[in-house]
């Protein structure tokens, strides 16, 4: 199999990011439209990432917002999006660069997007391609789930840091992820 030097899958992942981007841009302007609203889930160790010490100590690893009813000041640039969230009463302002999202999810519509973590190369060596569409069930129905992997770098590009911790398995394979599933992580 030849080699791809024009990386896809890097396309790919940028191409779905961007989704999120021009939808959290078009809500920071006009606000939710209808019954939309999101779950957001990202690694809360992803270089950029900016949460509180609680928050941390409380989501090590992942975490994910919901944006419905109570946030307020959201802000988003060509790399990430700020919010203001309140946890247990307590305001809090995130900065979650979109690099660190793995997974976005507007149940009111049915619609969901996965992205795969940054890993390390040796894990990303020993990774296999995950399929690249998965049905989530959400309230009754389904949704379809788009996956874009991100293969190893070519050895001449220098590698980022790793977005999730070197002690998770990061996963390959697409996943069945219940709404309640989302919910229980809040």
Known sequence: MAEDQIRYDILAQDALRGVLRKVL?????AGLPGEHHFY????TKAPGVRISTRLLSQYPSDMT??????FWDLAVTEHA?????????VPER???PFSAVKAFVDP????ALQFEPAMAPAEAEAEKAPAPVASVPIA???AEIVT??????????????AAAPAAEKPQGDAQVVSLDAFRKKN
């Open 94 to 96: 995130l900065l979650i």
């Open 40 to 43: 957001i889930t990202f690694a």
């Open 108 to 111: 009111s519509v049915q619609f």
């Open 148 to 161: 874009a992997p991100v293969a190893p770098k070519p050895k001449a590009v220098k590698d980022e840091p």
């Open 81 to 89: 999006l700020e919010v203001g969230l309140s946890f247990n009463g």
């Open 25 to 29: 841009t078009e809500v920071a302007k």
């Open 65 to 70: 917002i919901v944006l419905q009813h109570q």
């Open 140 to 142: 009754g129905k389904k």
